[in-house]
């Protein structure tokens, strides 16, 4: 009936009508019904436990006394289930938690022990070292190099050492603190050098270079730090500066062109640009072949070395100009060029610095006319003494195409040994106002016309003034020349347009060479230059008597070299080996009797205007019986040569009187 309610246990129920075999009770199929209905609606939490008491192979829930004794079993077991889990849950978050903590312990002190070590390691970086210096420079001018250095590590050093090196060029003016020399560098011991702390150095000098060269300073500091005292640690810094400006500037006067055996004069300016005096400075040329340089000629500025090619000039002041001229001749045919090479620069130890470098061509020019002039017979430079009677000619010869009218040979003598009043003429005149000779058509009827490949010759003579008429200053008195001037001039000569008429001339030297001064002679010294004699006066046999035999060298004139005196003594006399020289070595042998002396220089005016070069020796004579009666010579040979080193020839001394007994002590040379 409705509303009546329904015993579980009437047979009658539905609970009743099952199929065979299924025991499930009607409660449990209404859940697992219900279950089965509402599995999609179960909240995510409710399915997660039902899959976590599946993998515990809770598949059914047992019977119990109430409704959900299956469901508080299942919530049971889940809840140990939950409580499990998370135990495991916090015991590893705490092994987590101990092993980050570890692994950010053990980062931490690496990083500390790391930050530790850098303090006290030291590094390249923390050898502090710099220079400061100008980035360009005129060569030739001063500078400051700066070099700065400094300790920036936490380790005090010891065993510091600073060392500069220049570049090549750079001369030391001072430094602060003074640094000492060694070889190229430059060194500065610091010694201890504290953490933190730093120093500088100043070198000052001056700096030479060639055009847009780049001249490298170096410095470096080596030290070793307390804490390693077997290490050492080098740290280096350079500096560049280019050499922008050079002080030093060349121009040059030489014709372009020259015709073949024609003297031309050539001249040069060297300027100094800085505000510095300059030392050392050269100036080199070099001809090319075809082209000779005349070294003996007078207008030859001094001071040119031929075996260099080159002047040096001691000191050029600052902003000042030195002129230097030289004279050649070029060879060869028309329309060929010579070059010559010019090179100016500054010399410093065995370091050559090119400043300046020229090349000027001259090209050979086709000549009308050749005239050559010939002394004693010779062409080329010629050496004359004082007092020479000298044959001197002019010879022209018309080398073109057409003739010359009215042509002029002109001629004129110049320097100390040269007198008009000896000129000896076979024609032609003496002009005193311009102290030059001439020859025209009037007296040498040749000149009026001077045909194609025509030739002449115009002859004179004159001498030279004797020696006393030459100067005997030790400075200007030595080093002589006659220079001797011919042209010859026509009307006729082509003129080049723009220029005037080429007049064709030759230059010739007559070079005055020196004579030797020598004496020599024997005397019973007084002891006045420690050589005192000793013995009977006149000798006597078997007794021994000293004497001295002076030499005496020098020149009338020029400087004289590789100077030479051998004396050979007799049988009879011996060296006592004492001897006297105011220059020069000393050779005595014994045996052969031999005395060599040699003198490198002597200088010109020596035995003329100042004392004469001497050598004093002492010899000993022991006479025979068989020289009783006789004079003893104490010298048997003499011989003595030396160079001229103005004309570069040899001279040889004249034989002299050779020194004896008699001429040392006059009335007492007779042995008794």
Same mark, same amino acid.
């Given at each position: ?213 780049? @001249? +490298?300073?170096?410095?470096?500091? *080596?030290?070793? %730090? $307390?804490?390693?005292? /077997? #290490?050492?640690? &080098? !740290? ?8 922008? @400006? +050079?002080?030093?500037?060349?121009? *040059?006067?030489? %014709? $372009?062109?020259?015709? /073949? #055996?024609?003297? &031309? !004069? ?407």
């Amino acid at each position: 009936m409705k509303g009546m309610p329904v015993s579980p246990d009437t047979p009658d129920s539905p609970q009743d009508h099952r199929p065979d075999g299924d025991d499930t009770q009607p409660s449990d199929r209404l859940g697992l019904v219900r279950r089965g209905l509402y599995a999609r609606d179960e909240p995510r939490d409710l399915q997660a436990r039902q899959r976590a008491l599946h993998r515990l192979g809770i598949t059914r829930q047992p019977h119990g006394s109430g409704e959900h004794a299956g469901d508080t079993l299942s919530s049971t077991k889940y809840r140990d289930l939950v409580r499990l889990r998370a135990k495991r849950r916090v015991r590893l978050l705490r092994f987590s938690g101990l092993l980050g903590a570890l692994l950010v312990i053990g980062i931490t002190v690496s990083i500390l022990f790391v930050w530790y070590r850098s303090r006290l390691t030291v590094t390249e970086v923390q050898i502090g070292i710099s220079i400061e210096g100008p980035a360009e420079l005129a060569a030739g001018d001063e500078l400051m190099y700066q070099v700065h250095y400094g300790n920036l590590s936490r380790v005090d050093w010891h065993g510091v050492e600073l060392a500069f090196t220049p570049p090549r060029g750079f001369t030391l003016l001072d430094s602060t603190p003074g640094l000492t020399p060694a070889g190229r560098q430059l060194l500065l011991p610091v010694g201890e050098l504290a953490s933190g702390a730093r120093g500088e150095a100043r070198i000052r000098g001056r700096l030479l270079g060639e055009r847009n060269e780049t @001249a +490298l300073a170096e410095a470096s500091v *080596t030290i070793t %730090p $307390d804490n390693f005292p /077997s #290490g050492q640690f &080098v !740290r280096t810094a350079v500096l560049a500066t280019t050499i922008s @400006a +050079l002080p030093l500037e060349l121009a *040059t006067l030489i %014709p $372009d062109d020259a015709a /073949s #055996g024609e003297r &031309v !004069r050539a001249s040069l300016e060297v300027r100094n640009l800085s505000s510095q005096a300059l030392s050392n400075v050269y100036v080199r040329l070099q001809p090319a072949p075809g082209m000779e340089l005349l070294l003996t000629d007078p207008e030859m500025s001094t001071g040119f070395n031929a075996a260099t090619g080159e002047w040096t000039l001691a000191e050029l002041p600052a902003l000042q100009t030195q002129l230097l001229t030289f004279i050649f001749v070029v060879s060869g045919q028309t329309g060929e060029q010579r070059p010559i090479g010019i090179t100016a620069g500054i010399r410093q130890g065995e370091e050559d610095f090119v400043q300046r470098e020229l090349t000027h061509i001259v090209t050979l020019s086709a000549s009308e006319v050749v005239v050559q002039q010939r002394f004693q017979g010779e062409s080329g430079p010629v050496v004359v003494r004082p007092g020479d009677h000298i044959t001197g000619e002019v010879l022209y010869r018309n080398i073109g195409t057409v003739g010359l009218k009215d042509a002029i040979v002109k001629l004129k003598l110049e320097g100390i040994g040269y007198d008009p009043a000896r000129l000896e003429l076979r024609n032609g005149a003496y002009d005193p106002v311009t102290q030059t000779i001439f020859w025209s058509a009037a007296t040498v009827p040749e000149l009026a016309v001077v045909q194609p490949q025509e030739s002449g010759v115009i002859s004179y003579s004159f001498t030279l003034l004797p020696l006393a008429a030459f100067s005997d200053d030790p400075e200007t008195g030595k080093n002589n020349v006659i220079v001797s001037t011919a042209l010859l001039d026509s009307p006729d000569l082509p003129a080049p347009p723009g220029q005037p008429r080429q007049v064709i001339s030759d230059r010739a030297i007559l070079s005055v060479q020196t004579d030797p001064i020598f004496a020599v002679n024997a005397f019973y010294d007084d002891g006045r230059l420690g050589l005192k004699s000793s013995g009977p006066l006149p000798p006597r046999v078997a007794e021994q008597t000293t004497y001295t035999i002076r030499f005496r060298l020098g020149t009338t004139l020029n400087d004289v070299g590789d100077v030479r005196l051998i004396a050979v003594i007799p049988d009879g006399v011996s060296f006592t080996g004492q001897y006297y020289a105011t220059k020069g070595e000393v050779t005595l042998t014994e045996r052969a009797g031999r005395l060599e002396w040699t003198v490198p220089q002597i200088a010109g005016m020596t035995g003329r205007s100042r004392p004469p070069e001497e050598l004093h020796v002492q010899v000993a004579v022991v006479p025979g019986d068989d020289l009783r009666g006789e004079v003893v010579s104490l010298v048997r040979e003499l011989s003595a040569t030396m160079t001229d080193l103005f004309v570069d020839r040899v001279l040889t001394v004249p034989q002299a009187g050779l020194p004896t007994t008699e001429t040392a002590v006059p009335q007492k040379g007779v042995v008794k």
